[in-house]
C-alpha cells in the first residue's frame, strides 16, 4: 500500500493497469479542489479505478489522537499518530486578521537540541515522510472547511529541523503550491530553521519564493553556543555568509527569530551587536517571549518583561531594522513556540528515548 498523494506511484499504478493520464487529473481535482476522502465517492472516476485505489493506496497514515483548543479558540492543537506507533504535532492557528496558518512538523521530534525548547529535548526519532507532511495539511484543510474557513499560510515551525529533512519537505511544498493540486502560494510558506548552511543554499535554488525564518535568538556566538547546539558546526559568520548569498539570490527578506530569556539573550549590550549585525542586511526581527516548556535542560528560564522587550524593539527602529514583538498564541495549550513536546493534559506521549534525553540522562 501506498499514499494517495505520492502521484508517481499512481500514475505508474493506473498506466500500468490500462488507464489513460485524464484519469489522474480526475483524481487529483477530487483529491485537492473537492477534497474528497472516500475513494467510493469520487464518482467521476470509474468504479474499477476506486476498486483499483482501495485495493493499492491509503488516504492518510495518520490518526487524530487528540485535539485541543484554547479558551479563544484561536489556537487548536492536534496530536497525532503515524501508522508506525510514533507521535507528532500538528497546530493550527486562525488569526484575528482572518487569515489561518497551520504550523506543520517534519520530524518526529527534533535534533537540534536547543535549551530553550520542550521539542527540542525530545530527540530526532526519525523524518517524517512527504506524505505524512501532506496528511497533516489535508487534516487542517478538512478542519477548517467545517468552519467555513480556508488555509492560507503553513510554516515548517511544529516539531522540526526542515532542512535536515530536505528531500520530503521539497517534495511536501511541490504538492502544496501545485496549481492543479493545493495550489497554495508559495509567499505564504515559510521553513524556519536553526541555520543549516549547506541546505540554505539548496533552498534558495528550489525554492526563491518561500519564505526563510532563521533561528537567531543571539547576536553573537558565545551566547548562541550556549544555547543552541548547532552553533558548533556553523558559526555565526558561516551562517550570515550564507544569507547574504541567499538575500543575493531570492532578493528576499529574511526572518530573524529571536527568542526573549531573561538575563540570557536580552542584555542591553545584545541591542547594539544586533544592530551591527543587521543593519545593513534585508532582515526582518520577530521578537518571541519566551514560553516555559517542559523538561528543557534550561527550565529555570524566565521571560523577559515587556519594557525591555520593547526597548529592543525601538533600538532597531532606529536604524531602520524592521521588526515585530510575536504574540504568543496557544500558550496554555502547550502549542506555542518551543512548547511541542507531545503533552495531553499535562501528560507526556514522548517515548522512553525521548524522556531520557530530554531529562540529559
Known sequence: MFSIHDDIQVIDLLEKNGYKKFRYGQLENALYKNFLSDFEEMNTLPKEIRNLLTENCFYTSLSIHSVTS????????????????????????????????????????????????????????????????????????????????????????????????YNNVKRAIEIMCHQKKLDLSSRR??????????????????????????????????????????????????????????????????????????????????????????????????????????????????PTHAVIIKKFQEWLEQEKIPSTIRHTMGDDIDAACGQLALKENGVSHATEKGKSISRGK
Open 70 to 165: 484554547d479558551a479563544e479558540w484561536q489556537t487548536t492543537k492536534f496530536l497525532l499518530k503515524t501508522a508506525d506507533e510514533k507521535m507528532i504535532e500538528m497546530v493550527i492557528m486562525r488569526h484575528r486578521s482572518g487569515r489561518n496558518t497551520l504550523c506543520v512538523s517534519c520530524q518526529v521530534g527534533c535534533p537540534m537540541g536547543c535549551s530553550f525548547c520542550a521539542t527540542g529535548k525530545l530527540g530526532l526519532i526519525r523524518n517524517l515522510e512527504f506524505y505524512e507532511i501532506i496528511d497533516q495539511i489535508m487534516l487542517a484543510v478538512h478542519h477548517l472547511e467545517k468552519e467555513d474557513k480556508k488555509l492560507r499560510n503553513v510554516v515548517f515551525m511544529g516539531m522540526w529541523e526542515p532542512l535536515l529533512n
Open 189 to 302: 510558506i515559510t521553513i524556519s530553521s536553526c541555520g543549516v548552511v549547506p541546505w540554505i543554499r539548496k533552498l534558495a535554488e528550489d525554492f526563491p519564493q518561500v519564505s526563510l525564518a532563521i533561528s537567531l535568538h543571539a547576536p553573537n556566538d558565545t551566547t548562541r553556543k550556549k544555547i543552541m547546539p548547532v552553533t558548533e558546526t556553523y558559526s555565526l559568520d558561516t551562517l550570515m555568509e550564507a544569507l547574504d548569498e541567499y538575500v543575493k539570490k531570492t532578493n528576499k527578506r529574511v526572518f530573524y527569530e529571536y527568542i526573549m530569556i531573561a538575563g540570557v539573550t536580552d542584555k542591553l549590550e545584545y541591542i547594539d551587536e544586533l544592530r551591527k549585525l543587521l543593519s545593513w542586511r534585508l532582515a526582518h526581527v520577530n521578537f518571541i517571549p519566551y514560553n516555559p516548556g517542559e523538561w528543557t535542560l534550561g527550565d529555570h528560564y524566565q
